[in-house]
């Protein structure tokens, strides 16, 4: 099945821990995203790569960081920096020519600081 | 910058009368436009897209949406509601592809969560 592989699908996280998140496409899409889901918020863009080793920060980077060394995969790593990191966190992929089509999501991943 | 706005926190309305979820835009050039839903804990899924032509572009699930240049929006309809749409419902927009300098970034707006009752 072609798609977008998020994991874990909750996780847990103390105070001043880093935490990765896992997102994997097999659809060959050349860009990908993060975004951060909060009630009453919407959507916000973290991070987004057009291209393997390239990316660049959406509206709210801070305390995040990512990687594409692969162009399967986007991991994002929320750092000790982030000060609410509680949240749910989707990942999308489009094609590189995307601008007239759909982002394809992942399930998604819950992220707790406890 | 480019932005999207969905007036409506909550659209209630009764299964099998028509419903509509608004939304407006704000972007430099041709917006390409989207409409997605997302049930609870889940990712989005892609309902409808208004890229370029007809006004009135249909989609998944019996939704349809209208495209108004002159007034920036881009309504979701469906002519009968069912339970089942009961949902969280997102419009977003992305502008012109460029190569550089931000690329290709998709906006969303904050979402209405749709609930359709008996």
């Known amino acids: 099945d072609g798609g977008i592989t998020q994991s874990p699908k909750y996780l847990f996280r103390k105070e001043g821990q880093n935490v990765t998140l896992s997102c994997e496409q097999n659809?060959?899409?050349?860009?990908m995203y993060w975004y951060r889901q909060d009630p009453g918020q919407g959507l916000r863009l973290i991070y987004y790569?057009?291209?393997?080793?390239?990316?660049q920060k959406g509206d709210i980077a801070e305390g995040y960081s990512v990687s594409r060394e692969k162009k399967e995969s986007f991991p994002l790593t929320v750092t000790s920096a982030q000060k609410n990191p509680t949240a749910f966190y989707l990942c999308?992929?489009?094609?590189?020519?995307?601008?007239?089509?759909?982002?394809?999501f992942g399930q998604g991943t819950r992220l707790t600081v406890v | 910058a480019q932005s999207v706005a969905q007036p409506e926190d909550q659209v209630n309305v009764a299964e099998g009368n028509p419903l509509t979820v608004k939304c407006t835009y704000s972007?430099?050039?041709?917006?390409?436009l989207f409409w997605y839903v997302q049930y609870p804990n889940r990712g989005l899924q892609f309902l409808l897209k208004?890229?370029?032509?007809?006004?009135l572009v249909k989609g998944s699930y019996g939704f349809e949406a209208e495209f108004n240049k002159s007034q920036t929006s881009f309504h979701l309809k469906k002519p009968s509601a069912l339970v089942s749409d009961s949902a969280l419902y997102f419009c977003a927009v992305r502008g012109p592809f460029r190569v550089t300098g931000g690329g290709n970034k998709l906006t969303f707006g904050t979402g209405t969560q749709l609930k359709v009752e008996l």
């Open positions: 208004y890229i370029t032509g007809d006004n």
């Open positions: 790569s057009q291209i393997v080793n390239d990316f």
């Open positions: 972007v430099s050039g041709n917006p390409y």
């Open positions: 659809l060959n899409h050349d860009a």
């Open positions: 999308a992929s489009s094609p590189s020519q995307g601008a007239r089509t759909e982002a394809f």
